[in-house]
């Protein structure tokens, strides 16, 4: 495989988790595409905005949503970094910053070390929600058809991942389902640096 070719691999790859994760948290995601941008990105997927927690807010439900946000936004870097084997600070900066930001949200009246210990706590989990087999047969079927395609509408990559989870089930029967309670500011960059520090990607 070219480096071309790989480095179109592992963007498929990227945005099919993004889209995946978003589209299993019930995100209004669009679509997702591996046309190169203007402004330099090899991929994207899009969403509509959706509600943010607010800082007043302590409930369940705000904190799920958060939760959610940051996993969605990892896992396109955990997809490449897992299985691809991929160096953490190659495929983790990019999506790392606005993590941060719902992180501070989050723990808006914490320390940098809340915060850090928050964002390496959801870089596992996300690790854990893309490599379980049925997430995984889905990420990686939606890339495949995106590196045929080159870009997917939303409509058209749930079909496609339903079908997949279809094909999935009835290749594994026993399997049982698990529960799963997964459910650009400069002024983030000392947060960025140190998750990435403690992530061992930088000295």
Same mark, same amino acid.
């Given at each position: 495989?070219?480096?071309?070719?790989?480095?179109?691999?592992?963007?498929?790859?990227?945005?099919?988790?993004?889209?995946?994760?978003?589209?299993?948290?019930?995100?209004?995601?669009?679509?997702?595409?591996?046309?190169?941008?203007?402004?330099?990105?090899?991929?994207?997927?899009?969403?509509?905005?959706?509600?943010?927690?607010?800082?007043?807010?302590?409930?369940?439900?705000?904190?799920?949503?958060?939760?959610?946000?940051?996993?969605?936004?990892?896992?396109?870097?955990?997809?490449?970094?897992?299985?691809? /084997?991929?160096?953490?600070?190659?495929?983790?900066?990019?999506?790392?910053?606005?993590?941060?930001?719902? &992180?501070?949200?989050?723990?808006?009246? /914490?320390?940098?070390?809340?915060?850090?210990?928050?964002?390496?706590?959801?870089?596992v989990v996300t690790q854990s929600?893309?490599?379980?087999?049925?997430?995984?047969?889905?990420?990686?079927?939606?890339?495949?058809?995106?590196? &045929?395609?080159?870009?997917?509408? &939303?409509?058209g990559a749930v079909a496609r991942l339903e079908a &997949?989870?279809?094909?999935?089930?009835?290749?594994?029967?026993?399997?049982?389902?698990?529960?799963?309670?997964?459910?650009?500011?400069?002024?983030?960059?000392?947060?960025?640096?140190?998750?990435?520090?403690?992530?061992?990607?930088?000295?």
């Amino acid at each position: 495989m070219s480096i071309a070719d790989l480095t179109e691999h592992s963007t498929a790859i990227h945005e099919s988790a993004h889209f995946y994760a978003g589209w299993k948290f019930k995100h209004d995601v669009e679509s997702l595409t591996i046309v190169p941008s203007s402004d330099g990105a090899l991929g994207v997927y899009s969403k509509r905005p959706g509600p943010d927690m607010e800082l007043d807010d302590e409930t369940d439900a705000s904190r799920v949503r958060n939760e959610n946000n940051i996993i969605e936004l990892l896992a396109g870097p955990a997809a490449e970094y897992y299985f691809l /084997g991929k160096p953490v600070w190659e495929t983790l900066p990019g999506d790392l910053t606005p993590a941060v930001r719902y &992180a501070c949200l989050r723990h808006f009246d /914490g320390t940098e070390a809340d915060v850090v210990a928050y964002v390496r706590y959801l870089w596992v989990v996300t690790q854990s929600f893309v490599s379980d087999s049925l997430n995984w047969h889905s990420i990686t079927s939606l890339a495949g058809d995106l590196l &045929a395609l080159k870009t997917i509408s &939303a409509e058209g990559a749930v079909a496609r991942l339903e079908a &997949a989870a279809q094909r999935f089930k009835a290749e594994h029967p026993s399997r049982q389902q698990p529960v799963c309670r997964i459910m650009e500011s400069n002024a983030f960059d000392p947060v960025v640096a140190r998750v990435l520090r403690e992530l061992g990607a930088i000295p």
